[in-house]
Every structure is written in structure tokens, then in C-alpha cells.
T-cell receptor, first 115, second 113 residues
Framework: EAQVTQNPRYLITVTGKKLTVTCSQN?????MSWYRQDPGLGLRQIYY???????DKGDVPEGYKVSRKEKRNFPLILESPSPNQTSLYFC??????????????FGPGTRLTVT | DQQVKQNSPSLSVQEGRISILNCDYT??????FLWYKKYPAEGPTFLIS?????DKNEDGRFTVFLNKSAKHLSLHIVPSQPGDSAVYFC????????????FGSGTRLLVRP
């Protein structure tokens, strides 16, 4: 089954304790990205990756890091989490459709609480 | 400054009637628009899209209309079903950065039996 998986699904942590949220896709997509969803703000892009070893900042990259060592994996790293990073996080991978545009497939989400 | 706006946080519709969800955008470079549907505890799933060269795209009960001059698009669901109850996100991308989607804040649709 084609899918994007994320782990963990739920995480409660304390300020400053480094954490990693994993993301994996089995569709051989080159493009992957991370979003956070906050009430009233929709989904905002944190980082994206066009291919292995190619990553770039999205709209809200502060406090986050990513890596893309393999095509299928795109982990999100919070080196020193803070309470304002409490949010719902989604990983996505994209396929290019006939028009040349991208359609994104999302993982199930990771709800992170930083106290 | 939100480039994609969904001004109605929620909408309630009777089963069998039409649901109309609206979305406005400000960036004239946007040329591809998508609607995503999200159930609780799940990620958004792609529903329907439209390119700026069209003004309508239909897929079963779902139709998206695009009015470029007004920078407005809408999603029509006819007939609405209780299983359509979800949060709907409008998203847009521009030709020079088609990989980057800008999302609206979402509209929660409730279809009453």
C-alpha cells in the first residue's frame, strides 16, 4: 500500500530535550516536505527536499532541522524544543502530475506537546 | 499576510443539499489550485484540483469552480453526505514554484443527517 508513515504519532516532551520525528514514504517520490498545522493558520511549510541531499527552508524553519540521506526518509529534528513548537506536524511526499504540478500525499500526523 | 484565505471557519449543511466552500487568494502568480479533505487523527487527503487554464473541474459529486478575475475558487459538493463531514483545505501553487503549496486555514464542514 502506498503511504507516508510518521513516528511517533503522539509525543509529550520538555523544553530543550532534543527529539526527532521520522517520516518515510514508499512511493519513490523525489519531493518531500514538513508542515505544521496550528488553529486558524492552516498548514505552513517548515522545510522541503527536492531530492537526496537537497533541502531548503519553507515558511517557518526556525527551530527545526531536516536531513535527506535516502530518498524514502525525511526526518524532522528539533534540537532544543520550545513550547511554541507545540503543534500538529505532517510529513508529505509529492508526485508530479501530467500538468507538471505537484500533488502531495500526507502522513497521519504527529501531535507534539512541549512543556 | 495570508495569500490563501478561507473566511468561513465552519459550515453546516443538511444531508442531500449542496455544500459550497469558498476560498480567496491574493497572489496572481498562482496557477494551480487544490482541495484537501482532513478527518480527525488523519493527514489531509487530496480531493480535487484545477489549473488556471480552466474554470471548472468535476469529479463525481465534487466540482471546483475558478474565477480568476475575482481570485476566487469554490468547492461544490452535491449531494452532501454525512461522510463528507471533515475539514477542507484550499491550497495553491505558482508556476515558478509548483512544488510549494500555500494552504488556507480550513473550513470545517458538518453534514447533518
Amino acid at each position: 500500500e502506498a503511504q507516508v508513515t510518521q513516528n511517533p504519532r503522539y509525543l509529550i516532551t520538555v523544553t530543550g530535550k532534543k527529539l526527532t520525528v521520522t517520516c518515510s514514504q514508499n512511493m519513490n517520490h523525489e519531493y518531500m516536505s514538513w508542515y505544521r498545522q496550528d488553529p486558524g493558520l492552516g498548514l505552513r511549510q517548515i522545510y522541503y527536499s527536492m531530492n537526496v541531499e537537497v533541502t531548503d527552508k519553507g515558511d517557518v524553519p526556525e527551530g527545526y532541522k531536516v536531513s535527506r540521506k535516502e530518498k524514502r526518509n525525511f526526518p524532522l529534528i528539533l534540537e532544543s524544543p520550545s513550547p511554541n513548537q507545540t503543534s500538529l506536524y505532517f510529513c508529505a511526499s509529492s508526485k508530479v502530475v501530467a500538468s507538471g504540478n505537484y500533488e502531495q500525499y500526507f502522513g497521519p500526523g504527529t501531535r507534539l506537546t512541549v512543556t | 499576510d495570508q495569500q490563501v484565505k478561507q473566511n468561513s471557519p465552519s459550515l453546516s449543511v443538511q444531508e442531500g443539499r449542496i455544500s459550497i466552500l469558498n476560498c480567496d487568494y491574493t497572489n496572481s502568480m498562482f496557477d494551480y489550485f487544490l482541495w484537501y479533505k482532513k478527518y480527525p487523527a488523519e493527514g489531509p487527503t487530496f480531493l480535487i484540483s484545477i489549473s488556471s487554464i480552466k474554470d471548472k473541474n468535476e469529479d463525481g459529486r465534487f466540482t471546483v469552480f475558478l474565477n480568476k478575475s475575482a481570485k476566487h475558487l469554490s468547492l461544490h459538493i452535491v449531494p452532501s453526505q454525512p461522510g463528507d463531514s471533515a475539514v477542507y483545505f484550499c491550497a495553491a501553487s505558482a508556476m515558478d514554484s509548483s512544488y510549494k503549496l500555500i494552504f488556507g486555514s480550513g473550513t470545517r464542514l458538518l453534514v447533518r443527517p
